[in-house]
């Protein structure tokens, strides 16, 4: 049976930050395996039981951000995660400023397992109807868009990549077209989110089957929060109901 995996990456300056997160993870995970990817050479060692922490050698990092994001698939560059995982295992790659607040349920652990080669399942930005062309004014712009990106933006959704889940396939396909692209965006916009648009511009474009993750599973602040979304002793609910990912609370 393909595996349900949950992966975080973290460099040495961020590496504190996102204590909360991994205590939240050893609490209430129940993905098949949880992993930290740590961006460096150092063989650091972790009080976790359910948490495994696999390198990335920064010689390796090949499209750098200023955040030092591994998002886009550039964490399958880590030797022992990438030896450890097949091509149809279901990978979420998320930030590390989140708390785990709850288990998965039954039903979340049946259809996340069902991810399929080319499925993305992702969450909202700014809204539902978020696009790039906002997105793209937000993130301080530099320079007239390029040709690759010469298209109507206002017709492309634009996610928050904060959650992404996909087979260890799809990342790797992710992966090759930023590969190709990131110098172009890394030039055009000047925000740290830009890795963000460029991913949103991938799933948007180049073939892949978007699945939106509602806000019982992801809701962030980055915005202001949805309506039906708030926060009581501690514990973020949508409409009543205790959700998976609470970001940037």
């Not at 050893?26 to 990817?37: A, C, G, K």
């Not at 010469?150 to 930023?178: M, P, Q, W």
Request: aromatic share 12%; proline share 3%.
């Amino acid at each position: 049976m393909k595996k349900l995996i949950l992966a975080t990456g973290s460099d040495n300056r961020y590496l504190k930050k996102i204590e909360r997160y991994l205590n939240s993870i050893e609490i209430n995970s129940n993905f098949d395996y949880n992993f930290l990817i740590y961006l460096g050479d150092e063989n650091i060692k972790l009080n976790y039981k359910k948490i495994k922490v696999t390198n990335v050698s920064p010689l390796d990092y090949k499209n750098k951000n200023s955040i030092n994001c591994l998002q886009h698939g550039e964490f399958l560059k880590s030797k022992e995660f990438s030896e450890f995982t097949n091509d149809d295992d279901v990978i979420f790659y998320t930030d590390g400023d989140m708390i785990l607040q709850r288990l998965l349920s039954e039903d979340e652990l049946i259809n996340f397992r069902c991810l399929k080669d080319g499925d993305v399942f992702v969450g909202y930005n700014q809204s539902p109807n978020d696009n790039l062309k906002n997105e793209y004014h937000r993130l301080l712009p530099t320079k007239n868009i390029p040709k690759e990106f010469n298209v109507d933006l206002s017709k492309i959704k634009c996610y928050n990549t904060g959650v992404i889940g996909a087979t260890k396939k799809t990342f790797r396909d992710i992966e090759r077209h930023y590969d190709l692209l990131y110098p172009k965006v890394d030039s055009m916009l000047r925000y740290y989110a830009k890795q963000q648009w460029l991913i949103s511009f991938i799933i948007g474009t180049m073939g892949f089957n978007i699945i939106e993750m509602g806000y019982n599973l992801h809701v962030h602040t980055h915005y202001p929060i949805p309506n039906g979304a708030e926060k009581i002793n501690d514990v973020v609910t949508y409409n009543g109901e205790t959700i998976l990912f609470r970001h940037n609370w």
